[in-house]
């Protein structure tokens, strides 16, 4: 019995400091699987890579784009400027040209008038009713209430008489 206890204890110490072996085919087995995990991860940076120089291609096009529309919409811009410059100046000279027209108008001597304007054409008297109005008068005969105050001289057009005799033309 001692024999097998000795036995037992050497074989342990013996043991005790050794390393076990694995078996030949587990090594190559891993390696394998090893060697093919590492080719698919190789595989999916080519195909990253790939898709980020894709994208780097495209940005770069857009961004060609981008400049490209923005130097149409500076240009197109430009030329909206001009044109508003252009039909400024252009509205500027027209009314200046009216002005001075009107100013040359106003300023023409007016002519002197007889006691009563001359009326062409037939003219009409009316005598003024109670309750007329020089907008009703002018509306019954088809004239401007100014044509009829103009060709009476009439200074204050709310002030009728009634009896009060207006020339009117027809």
């Known amino acids: 019995m001692m024999k097998k206890i000795c036995f037992t204890l050497l074989t342990a110490g013996l043991l005790t400091g050794c390393e076990t072996m694995p078996f030949p085919l ?5 390696r394998a699987a090893m060697g093919e995990d590492q080719l698919i991860a190789q595989e999916n940076q080519r195909r990253a ?8 291609l495209q940005m ?16 197109r811009c430009a030329a909206i400027e001009q044109k508003n410059e252009a039909d400024k100046r252009e509205m500027v000279s027209r009314l ?8 040359k108008q106003a300023s023409a ?10 009326v062409s054409g037939k003219a009409v008297e009316h005598t003024v009713q109670s309750g007329e109005t020089l907008y009703i008068i002018a509306k019954a005969y ?4 100014k044509t009829i105050t103009d060709n ?15 020339i009117i033309p027809q």
């Open 26 to 30: 587990q090594t190559r087995a891993d």
């Open 49 to 56: 890579a790939g898709r980020l120089e894709s994208l780097e």
């Open 60 to 75: 770069n096009q857009m961004s060609r784009d981008l400049e490209a529309l923005k130097g149409q919409l500076d240009r």
């Open 96 to 103: 200046s040209g009216e002005l001075n027209k009107l100013m």
């Open 109 to 118: 001597p007016v002519p002197q008038s007889s006691s009563r304007p001359a």
């Open 142 to 145: 088809g004239v401007s209430a």
């Open 152 to 166: 009476n001289k009439i200074a204050d057009p709310g002030r009728l008489s009634v009896g009060q005799k207006l």
